[in-house]
């Protein structure tokens, strides 16, 4: 430790004005530092580690000796405030704000649709502002890259796009897109040229131009003081950890002899996560940002040498600038290196993370030592002693100490040597998505050959993702110098490479075969490129390449989204006034894009609160035999800990806990909680708890496990319908299979947050809580404390997404709060992190369906036994819901005459899964599907032909006897048909795969019924307060919960209908259960159906009291009738209600009208399928939705895109990993991947049926929240398509079911070829995997 304890001024300047710290904390990083100390929370906190781009914000900086400013976007939860030393932070709010000048981009984002919860927003708006800053022309290829590292979990991601898009000025484009058109060209694709169909979703030319003379100026103040040091060392010391900036090398050199242990800190990339997630502590920190050597660029004839600090975003560039200077054949490493940093991690990390601290963290996944490692770089690096040139090559990467960097070393540059004329280098990875995300498997390969020959002189190979390290093929390469470029060679380097890298069948990260296959896939990929290379150099001497071996060599080009939605417009007789029917921007949508929308934890911290961290079990099935929690309560700033024993009321239930009490039954289990006066105090103290189990038996994780141990949650449903057995006798043919379904997290961007905050009289409490269901918090909370719901107010202003995750669990874990706060007396402010989010609360449902069709070979399915589980986890939760919802809404679009379903709820030792957008539906509906389309391939029919044929046609009863009529069904069906021109397109799909081995295109169109609602007719009450001011303002309360679905929106645009009043006279505030009680949770799509009718109700009877007012003075204004009613003592406040829709359902004889409506829609969705890596990319989307008449249609068109992404994420890329143990090992955003801005369709249209009629409903519209979920597995179905068609060409049986997500692993194992039957069949006998399916 240093001697000394002064400590320096800390200087930076945050949106202009200057900040002074005095007492730095190297342990505090920049997010948390905005939000709390200077209160500014438009950043969000969303992931914690760099993966979500949530908390961007801008970091400008000022070099005195070139005289640049540089402006480049970073996640600020990974930037430690000691860094900032002399930087300008430009936070959301600094860039415009609602009382002084909005920012266009803040303006676009919002106006343009391109926000819901608006929780991602601020990250956003900072991604595109910081763009902007640097390009206001930017290009397509660098708004992409700039929205690269931020996700977005409720809008799909086009509206964002496009808001981007509006600053490309025509002349940037055009890159001309593969199709020949130009990318910002929106022509194409019109909507039907008919009077009563709009496309227009906002009024671009509404948007203030940008003008860069507005933005905030580099304070000329830092300049100064950057060009004249006081001080050359600086000094902040913290509460553990000390933090040195030295400002020569010379000193850093020093520093690091005297300190050797500690890290040099460059981008905070690799080391802050280890500090955050896995504990590791130094005591002191270095950090090397003003040493000039770190950041030279030199080259050389023979190369360049880039400086260890330069980061990944500058080396970039460097190397791009360097590619255009010098002939083709001496860039191979440079290019190698490009393509890899054009994918790696978010634009945020590569403005962070240095060339040095990726080299010397050596993580095993590198993308970039693979590569440097073949190509002959040198490590120069510098000690006390002198300087020392390192090879960085195979044993660098693997760790041997011999050839490592000495603790008092500093890495100060690398040489990356020019290539050879007869070498050649290449870089390939696969990742579960195109961009940020870490790869599964990477390489670099270089070989060098005898001048004008192919003989192989020298060979390098190494790998990422095949062990704890890079690994190299060493040995077999050394078995292949000599050998010409041939086939033989290919072969026999295939065999060898698989010999030397054995991966154990345990092996961590699991996909063994996959992994091992993508292995010597890359090399035939690295083959053909190098002989596409040769025949490049010199076509008379070396034999070109077939269209079909090229095509390997083709990735996936990264397009700009585009797309057309469309919907029906409102009638001209329409007053311009009433709003209802149009596009109307999101309430809150300007303060989203500001950051002035409070969220929960956006709420400044009241005297004397506490944070509360939770302690989870470890054990999935365990007695806990004791708690010690001693260490935790003498650590500083522990209030108290928190058990079972403290709770004053009812502990949960005996079925579901909320404080383990005595046993746990899952890993993830609150045991119990941890009170201190700061959360990071509360986190260090409830690592310090200890606790004793003693585990149990039996621990159930699957749902075999389950069935196999008859752990069930409530009893078997069953629907049937005609004679299922005697239909199976009369039948050409029958499939029986079974199909497994992953479950999902909800991942809203958000995470579950509360404040309890304990009144001083009567009990009283105030709870402001991000939740669906206020009322179910309340219950809670006062069954927990044992005190009347009449003392609890539950607030809740807005929830940054839930998709069903916060209805039930909020509760749970506002109720956890309450206690710690009844037991301390204090506010008690309770944050999930997002890994215990995801580890504590559950998601969806996994399913297993197992099915028995019988049908004709004319494709007509006459009979189907069908048989569910799912797997709910350890308690009831709303388990035996789903698999209702399952049953009931598993025939989709299609009347089978004789249909039979049976379903099961499981109990495991998992934790307990809930509610999800869609609710069984996306999971029971894709079983079905999964059906049709083996049905389809038995037949030999093309699945859309049989889908056709089974679909309902007339008025009919469903399998729960419900009426219906599919009119609409079918129209959307058609429309979707001729909309995606399905028949031209599938020919161009069978021409394309005809022509090409090794990428396989699908295409697939999937009908959808969907029925909304509840099972209830109570559930579907709701109430509203609307008072009217004697201003004339009017304020609306609710019973629903504003979750980014445009809930409030809505409720204005009814309002301001009723009311007759323009919407500026309306405002909606919280709500919370004190003004409406007894309030039903905002789910099921129905929130603006059934709210809608109550805030109509209340208006209406307002309206009627002010009728005779009216009538007396008909040309008087609002405020004068209001007036006049005040004098005359009429109430301006009215109650409003609906009593709901009337449904019923009788399991016993399976049927029932429960259903108030159904909504119909059609997707059709294409894609291409890499066969050699298991890539994919999605093409176009064309979805087809019944809305009746949209009240909000860019509200609607919102939600069908955000559920659709969603969807496709469900379908295609969402995997949750368990152990045997039942441990979740994807509980953070970097190992579990959401959809990306890169992962929605190339082209995306919507459009919105016109002249439909839904009575039931308020204005005739529907409910659209959850349907566009299932219309995500079209794209699924387009990759099965794809499968099939490889597998077809291959000679392979057809699959007649791909279990769900279709992920590149199982694209790629499905596509069987020799590189897949290279690899030896495992033998998992006695051996126990790393990960097992749940489902
Ligand atoms: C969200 C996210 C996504 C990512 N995605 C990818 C991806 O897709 N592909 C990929 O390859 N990587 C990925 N990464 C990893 C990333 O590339 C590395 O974390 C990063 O390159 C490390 O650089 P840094 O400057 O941040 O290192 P730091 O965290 O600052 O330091 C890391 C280590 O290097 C040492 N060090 C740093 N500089 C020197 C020096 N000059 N001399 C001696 N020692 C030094 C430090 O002592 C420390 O131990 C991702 C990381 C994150 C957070
Ligand atoms: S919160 Fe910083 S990137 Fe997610
Ligand atoms: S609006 Fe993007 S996460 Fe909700």
Redesign the pocket.
């Known amino acids: 430790m240093p001697q000394s304890k002064e400590t320096d001024e800390l200087v930076f300047f945050v949106n202009g004005k200057k900040v002074i710290e005095k007492n730095a904390d190297p342990e505090v990083n920049l997010l948390f530092y905005l939000r709390k100390t200077l209160q500014l929370t438009g950043t969000k906190d969303s992931c914690g ?3 979500c781009g949530a908390c961007t914000v801008m970091i400008s900086r000022y070099d005195p000796i070139s005289k640049k400013i540089s402006h480049f976007s970073v ?1 600020a939860c ?1 930037v430690p405030i000691c860094s900032l030393y002399g930087a300008a932070i430009t936070t959301v709010e600094g860039i415009g704000n609602t009382k002084t000048r909005i920012h266009p981009v803040q303006e676009r984002i919002a106006k343009g649709h391109g926000t819901q919860c608006g929780f991602c927003t601020p990250g956003m708006v900072m991604s595109i502002y910081t763009l902007l800053r640097n390009h206001p022309q930017p290009s397509t290829e660098q708004l992409m890259e700039s929205l690269s590292g931020n996700l977005c979990r409720c809008t799909g991601y086009r509206p964002i796009v496009e808001s981007g898009k509006s600053f490309i000025s025509s002349s940037s484009c055009c890159q001309m897109n593969e199709k020949g058109r130009c990318c910002l060209n929106q022509k194409e694709n019109k909507p039907e040229n008919k009077s009563n169909v709009c496309a227009k979703l906002y009024e671009k030319e509404e948007f203030q131009p940008l003008d860069p003379t507005q933005e905030l100026i580099f304070p000329p103040e830092l300049m100064r003081m950057l060009e004249n040091p006081q001080k050359k060392i600086l000094t902040f010391q913290g509460e553990r950890i000390t933090w040195i900036i030295p400002g020569t090398l010379r000193e850093l050199l020093e520093l690091k002899t005297e300190y050797p242990n500690a ?11 280890d500090m955050k997630f896995k504990g590791v502590f130094y005591p002191i920190i270095i950090s ?1 940002a003003k040493i000039s050597e ?1 950041l030279a660029i030199s080259k050389t004839k023979e190369g360049l040498t880039l400086g ?2 330069l980061s ?1 975003a500058q080396v970039k560039t460097i190397l791009a600038d360097v590619v255009t200077q010098l002939p083709e054949e001496k860039t191979q490493m440079y290019r190698a290196l490009l393509k890899h940093l054009q ?4 634009q945020q ?1 590569r403005n ?3 060339l ?3 080299i ?2 050596r ?1 095993p ?4 030592n693979p590569i440097l490692g073949v190509g002959k770089c040198i490590l120069n690096v510098a000690s006390k002693e002198g300087t020392q040139q390192i090879p960085l090559n195979d044993h660098f990467l693997s760790g041997a100490t011999n050839a490592s ?1 000495k603790p008092e ?4 540059s690398i040489f990356i040597p020019v290539s050879e004329k007869w070498e050649f280098v290449s870089a390939f990875r696969q ?1 579960p998505c195109q961009q ?4 599964v498997v990477n390489t670099g390969m270089r070989v060098l050959f005898k001048e004008d020959t192919t003989t192989i002189v020298d060979l390098n190979i190494l790998y990422g993702g095949l062990g704890s390290t890079t690994v190299s093929a060493n040995k077999s390469c050394r078995q292949l110098i000599g050998r010409c470029w041939d086939e033989g060679m290919l072969n026999d380097a295939c065999r060898l490479v698989l010999e030397e890298i054995a991966l154990p069948q345990s092996a961590p990260g699991g996909m063994v075969a996959y992994r091992r296959t993508l292995a010597i896939s890359f090399f035939f990929k690295f083959y053909l490129d190098v002989l596409q290379q040769l025949r490049m150099r010199d076509p008379c001497g070396y034999p070109g390449l077939s269209k079909t071996l090229i095509s390997v060599l083709e990735d996936f080009p990264l397009a700009i989204p585009q797309g057309m939605q469309s919907f029906e417009c409102v009638d001209p007789q329409q007053p311009p006034h009433d709003p209802v029917g149009r596009p109307i921007m999101h309430q809150s949508g300007i303060k989203h894009a500001t950051g002035e929308a409070v969220f929960c934890d956006d709420m400044p911290v009241l005297a004397e609160e506490l944070f509360l961290a939770v302690v989870t079990s470890t054990r999935p099935h365990a007695r806990i035999i004791s708690i010690d929690a001693s260490e935790a309560l003498a650590l500083p700033g522990v209030a108290d800990v928190i058990t079972a024993q403290d709770v004053p009321g009812n502990n949960g239930s005996e079925e579901e806990r909320l404080y383990a009490q005595d046993e746990v039954i899952c890993v993830g289990q609150i045991v119990c909680a941890v009170a201190a006066d700061s959360y990071a105090h509360a986190k260090q103290a409830a690592k310090k708890v200890k606790i004793v189990y003693q585990d149990l038996e039996p621990v159930i994780v699957t749902i075999q496990d389950a069935i196999q141990h008859k752990s069930f949650i409530g009893p078997e449903k069953k629907l049937e319908q005609g004679n299922v057995e005697e239909a199976f006798q009369c039948v050409d043919q029958i499939i029986e299979g079974e199909v497994h379904f992953g479950g999902q997290e909800h991942f809203y961007m958000e995470t579950q947050s509360v404040r309890v905050v304990p009144k001083k009289e009567d009990k009283e409490i105030d709870i402001y809580v991000s939740s669906q269901d206020a009322a179910f918090t309340q219950d809670m909370v006062a069954c927990t404390l044992g005190i009347p719901k009449n003392r609890i107010n539950c607030h809740v202003k807005r929830v940054g997404g839930a998709f069903g995750g916060k209805a039930s669990k909020s509760g749970l874990l506002a109720a956890v709060a309450a206690v710690a706060a009844h037991k301390t007396g204090c506010p008690v402010r309770f944050v999930l992190e997002r890994g215990d989010d995801m580890l504590i609360t559950g998601g969806r449902h996994p399913l297993l369906g197992k099915y028995k069709i019988g049908f004709m070979n004319n494709g007509k399915i006459k009979a189907a036994d069908i048989d569910y589980h799912i797997n709910g986890g350890c308690t009831p939760d709303d388990s035996e819901l789903v698999i209702e919802y399952a049953l009931l809404k598993m025939e989709n679009a299609y009347k089978i005459p004789n249909l039979r379903v049976r379903g099961r709820a499981c109990k495991t030792n998992l934790p307990s899964n809930t509610a999800f957008r869609g609710f069984g539906f996306p999971q029971g509906a894709f079983v079905t599907e999964t059906w049709m389309t083996a049905v389809a391939s038995k037949c030999h029919l093309p699945p859309e032909t049989v889908r056709e044929l089974n679909m309902y046609k007339t008025i009919d009863k469903t399998i729960h006897k419900q009426e219906f009529d599919p009119k609409n069904l079918i129209k959307c069906w058609h429309k979707c048909m001729e909309n995606s021109s399905y028949s031209s397109r599938r020919k161009a799909v069978e021409e394309f795969n005809q022509q090409s081995f090794w990428k396989k295109r699908g295409i697939s169109i999937i009908p959808m019924k969907f029925s909304v609602g509840y099972p209830k007719t109570f559930y579907y009450q709701a109430a509203a307060l609307v008072h009217i001011y004697t201003d004339g303002s009017v304020l609306v309360a609710h019973g629903g919960v504003e979750l980014g679905q445009g809930i409030n929106t809505k409720m204005i645009q009814v309002a301001s209908r009723e009311l007759q009043l323009p919407m500026s006279y309306i405002h909606l505030g919280e709500m919370n259960t004190m003004t409406v009680p007894n309030t039903i949770a905002t789910a099921a799509s129905t929130g603006a159906d059934v709210n809608g009718k109550a805030v109509q109700n209340a208006c209406q009877t307002l309206m009627k009291r002010l009728e005779p007012i009216v009538s007396q003075n008909p040309n008087g204004t609002w405020e004068e009738w209001v007036n006049e009613a005040f004098t005359q003592s009429i109430s301006l406040s009215a109650t409003g209600y609906f009593r709901g829709y009337e449904v019923h359902m009788d399991w016993e004889k399976g049927e029932g009208d429960i259903y108030p409506y159904f909504v119909f829609g059609a997707a059709c969705s294409e894609v291409e399928i890499d066969c050699l890596t298991g890539a994919h990319k999605n093409i176009r989307t064309d979805i087809v939705m019944d809305a009746s008449f949209s009240i909000n249609p860019a509200v609607d068109i919102g939600q069908i895109e955000g559920a659709f992404v969603q969807g496709l994420g469900l379908y295609t890329l969402e995997e949750l990993k368990y152990s045997p143990e039942g441990v979740l090992y994807t509980h953070g955003p ?1 190992q579990y991947k959401i959809p990306s801005v890169t992962d929605i369709p190339e082209e995306f249209h919507v459009s919105l049926l016109t002249t439909t009629q839904n009575p039931k409903a308020i204005y005739s519209s529907k409910g659209l929240g959850e349907s566009g979920m299932f219309l995500g597995s079209s794209v699924f179905f387009a990759i099965a398509d794809a499968v099939a068609a490889a597998r077809k060409e291959r000679g392979l049986a057809p699959l007649l079911a791909m279990n769900s997500p279709a992920t590149p692993e199982q694209i790629r194992m499905a596509c069987v070829d020799q590189f897949t039957e290279l690899v030896p069949q495992i033998d998992s006998e006695g051996c126990k995997p790393w990960s097992i399916p749940v489902a």
């Not at 890290?263 to 996560?273: D, E, F, R, S």
């Not at 070393?409 to 100060?412: F, P």
């Open positions: 580690g760099g993966n996640a990974l890290p040099l800190v460059m981008g905070n990339t690799a080391l802050g996560p090397p770190l260890a600090g990944l994918t790696l991690a978010g990390i962070m993370a240095s040095g601290g990726h010397v963290s993580q996944i590198s993308d970039l960097l070393h500093v890495l100060v990742a940020n995300a870490l790869a970097k």
